[in-house]
């Protein structure tokens, strides 16, 4: 059995111990203390991390009664027995700041509109809680946070202590563990108490600011997101600047700044239904032109034949679209040049007329080295071969009457 400090004082941030046993897990080293103040991950907490002497600590978990802590690589023999340990304190700090953040949370969730927390996890960046609650507001949300962060600042000391599991329902604590045994409890004095394995601060105060970041529904449960102490410090810190910068930029007061966006917004939407209105009358402009430029076989087919150098893929395809909607005597044999995606070859015709455009273009993609398919008037293709486009339009625009529907 490991005898676990952290529970004491999770202030410790180095101490020395007897080594019990040093095995190897999953090909990595790892020693078993006779105590250790590494907290291993559990209760939704992240384990600890630090040294023993100089070799780094990747993992701590738990194995019953022993606590195991997995290394980067074997520890000196020369320290005999015993061995010195240290925590990274500053994620340890971390972790009590919002493990108790949490607690203080879920308290006032619980308070204010009777919904438990379900689950929570201690993330790198951001800290969740699940609440079975139906739905939750803005103003619901404001209440939560203005109350936990009233508890803060009244800077309440925080107990740590040991009961016997038959005495639980005498505390009305939150949740009641399922394990058997004794129960170690987490009491801020008139506003929670519950049960706990984590690390917590020794007082509400040191906690920092609790916010809330977002939330969103999922099922039965409402997800929130939240952070707390130096993590809050940090979230401020670049909203602030992005605030500051964005004021500055659009020579706004901060203030103002949600009120200029809307109408940024509103001005942009404008500007894109204007824009698309010029698009149009653009694209009509050049289907015309395409059409006037076509070339008028023996049978009156119009046959336009063009490579386009400027115009993106999405572009010519509307483009040809929009020219076999037109008229109904119309081919079309387009090669695309991207420098950046290769050759590309669009061949319709409008459904009038009879001609295979997708076997069409299964032959003149070859000359791309490329392949494609599609609807009897209306194909595409891609290759490598930019070369090759001229070559491809022309076997199309010599080949087109052999390959009837």
Same mark, same amino acid.
């Given at each position: 059995m490991s005898v676990r400090l952290y529970y004491k004082d999770p202030y410790l941030k180095e101490f020395k111990s007897k080594i019990l046993e040093k095995v190897k897990i999953d090909y990595k080293f790892a020693v078993v203390l006779e105590r250790t103040c590494f907290y291993p991950t559990s209760g939704g907490q992240p384990n600890d991390l630090g040294y023993f002497q100089d070799v780094p600590v990747i993992d701590v978990i738990e194995d019953k009664e022993k606590i195991v802590h997995l290394l980067k690589k074997d520890i000196n023999k020369n320290c005999g027995d015993t061995i010195i340990g240290k925590i990274d304190w500053d994620r340890r700090f971390d972790h009590m700041q919002q493990h108790t953040g949490q607690h203080i949370l879920s308290a006032a969730f619980e308070r204010l509109w009777d919904a438990d927390t379900v689950s929570f996890n201690l993330g790198n960046d951001i800290c969740s809680i699940d609440i079975m609650k139906d739905n939750i507001v803005s103003e619901e949300i404001e209440k939560v946070e203005a109350l936990a962060n009233d508890i803060v600042l009244k800077n309440t000391p925080i107990e740590f202590y040991f009961i016997e599991r038959n005495k639980s329902k005498q505390l009305n604590l939150r949740k009641i563990p399922p394990q058997e045994g004794k129960i170690r409890i987490i009491e801020i004095k008139d506003f929670d108490i519950c049960a706990c394995c984590g690390t917590h601060c020794s007082n509400t105060g040191e906690v920092g600011l609790i916010k809330i970041l977002k939330w969103e529904n999922r099922g039965a449960k409402i997800r929130i997101d939240f952070i707390c102490g130096k993590r809050s410090l940090k979230d401020y810190f670049w909203k602030n600047e992005l605030i500051r910068n964005t004021s500055n930029k659009l020579t706004v007061k901060d203030l103002e700044l949600g009120e200029v966006i809307d109408r940024m917004l509103e001005e942009r939407k404008d500007t894109r239904k204007k824009l698309?209105? /010029?698009?149009?009358?653009?694209?009509?402009?050049?289907? #015309?032109?395409?059409?006037?430029?076509?070339?008028?076989?023996?049978?009156?087919?119009?046959?336009?034949?063009?490579?386009?150098?400027? =115009?993106? !893929?999405?572009?010519? =395809?509307?483009?040809?679209? =929009? /020219?076999?909607?037109?008229?109904?005597?119309?081919?079309? !044999?387009?090669?695309?040049?991207?420098? #950046?995606?290769?050759?590309?070859?669009?061949?319709?015709?409008? =459904?009038?007329?009879?001609?295979?455009?997708?076997?069409?273009?299964?032959?003149?993609?070859?000359?791309?080295?490329?392949?494609?398919?599609?609807?009897? #008037? !209306?194909?595409?293709?891609?290759?490598?071969?930019?070369?090759?486009?001229?070559?491809?339009? #022309?076997?199309?625009?010599?080949? !087109?009457e052999e390959f009837v529907k």
């Open positions: 698309r209105e /010029c698009k149009e009358k653009l694209q009509e402009y050049e289907v #015309n032109q395409l059409i006037s430029k076509s070339i008028l076989n023996e049978s009156g087919l119009k046959i336009i034949k063009k490579i386009f150098n400027q =115009k993106s !893929f999405q572009e010519v =395809k509307e483009l040809v679209q =929009k /020219c076999i909607n037109l008229d109904d005597n119309i081919l079309v !044999f387009a090669g695309i040049k991207d420098g #950046n995606d290769g050759a590309k070859l669009i061949l319709a015709c409008t =459904k009038a007329l009879k001609y295979d455009m997708n076997m069409l273009i299964k032959e003149a993609g070859k000359l791309i080295d490329g392949r494609g398919g599609g609807a009897p #008037n !209306f194909a595409q293709a891609g290759g490598k071969n930019i070369e090759g486009i001229e070559d491809a339009l #022309n076997y199309a625009f010599k080949y !087109f």
